[in-house]
């Protein structure tokens, strides 16, 4: 599968993703859903850091992602049992996820 990474420079390019991890979630587990004001949004675990480093638990109402204020970070119930990670070919770990700039948790 192919997706969107950074190059060392921040340029977006497409890679392979090389590792897909899964981690069983707790009954009780919730994450964020995360909306800018441009329409972007992701749900993703507390705990998944953004490209920056940040960690979307953090993440409050009036911060800036990517160039978009948010307007929304709602911690809502996870229905699945199973998280998911994956880890692109090239330098950064980073990855677009429903446009909204993710590190991996994943190593080589």
Same mark, same amino acid.
């Given at each position: 599968? $192919?997706?969107? $990474?950074a190059d060392e420079r921040g340029v977006p390019v497409a890679a392979m993703v090389t590792l897909v991890g899964d981690m069983t979630a707790?009954?009780?587990?919730?994450v964020v859903?995360?909306?800018l004001a441009d329409?972007? %949004?992701?749900?993703?675990?507390p705990g998944h850091p953004l490209a920056d480093g940040r960690l979307l638990g953090s993440?409050?109402?009036?911060?800036?992602?990517?160039?978009a204020a948010v307007t929304s970070a %709602?911690?809502?119930?996870?229905?699945s049992g199973t $998280?998911?990670?994956?880890?692109?070919?090239?330098?950064?770990?980073t990855?677009?996820?429903?446009?909204?700039?993710?590190?991996s948790t994943l190593r080589r």
């Open positions: 599968m $192919t997706v969107w $990474t707790p009954a009780d587990h919730s859903h995360l909306v329409g972007r %949004e992701v749900y993703a675990s993440i409050a109402v009036g911060d800036s992602v990517d160039g %709602e911690r809502v119930p996870y229905p $998280t998911f990670d994956l880890l692109p070919a090239g330098p950064t770990g990855y677009w996820a429903d446009g909204i700039p993710l590190a």
